[in-house]
Nanobody, 127 residues
Framework: QVQLVESGGGLVQAGGSLRLSCAAS????????MAWFRQAPGKEREFVAR????????IYADSVKGRFTISGDNAKNTVYLQMNSLNPEDTAAYYC????????????????????WGQGTQVTVSS
């Protein structure tokens, strides 16, 4: 069984920064890509950022582009999300996800493209 465990969430003032971490534990596995999604109260879960390990390619949602950076260590199955210039609209539970296989026709921004999910870490940005 593979588990993804997020950490690093918390309360921060607008304009501040946070760094989220997500580590995989359990049986050894090799992910093809990892991603971050978020879900604000009363809203659907939305894509934030993704990294593909083989190429190092990253993509971001328009709402976080230029402010958030996804990075990680493939060998450790660990992914990070550096969040800068936070604003109240970034308040949400943040979830990491892992995909096992190459993308093919799958969309990196779609939840169904990922095989494993963490339980989430709360980020609250005060104005």
């Amino acid at each position: 069984q593979v588990q993804l465990v997020e950490s690093g969430g918390g309360l921060v003032q607008a304009g501040g920064s946070l760094r989220l971490s997500c580590a995989a534990s359990g049986r050894a596995f090799s992910s093809y890509a990892m991603a971050w999604f978020r879900q604000a109260p009363g809203k659907e879960r939305e894509f934030v950022a993704r990294i593909t390990w083989s190429t190092g390619n990253t993509i971001y949602a328009d709402s976080v582009k230029g402010r958030f950076t996804i990075s990680g260590d493939n060998a450790k199955n660990t992914v990070y999300l550096q969040m800068n210039s936070l604003n109240p609209e970034d308040t949400a539970a943040y979830y990491c996800a892992a995909r096992l296989l190459p993308w093919g026709m799958s969309s990196p921004a779609s939840m169904v493209s990922y095989n494993y999910w963490g339980q989430g870490t709360q980020v609250t940005v005060s104005s």
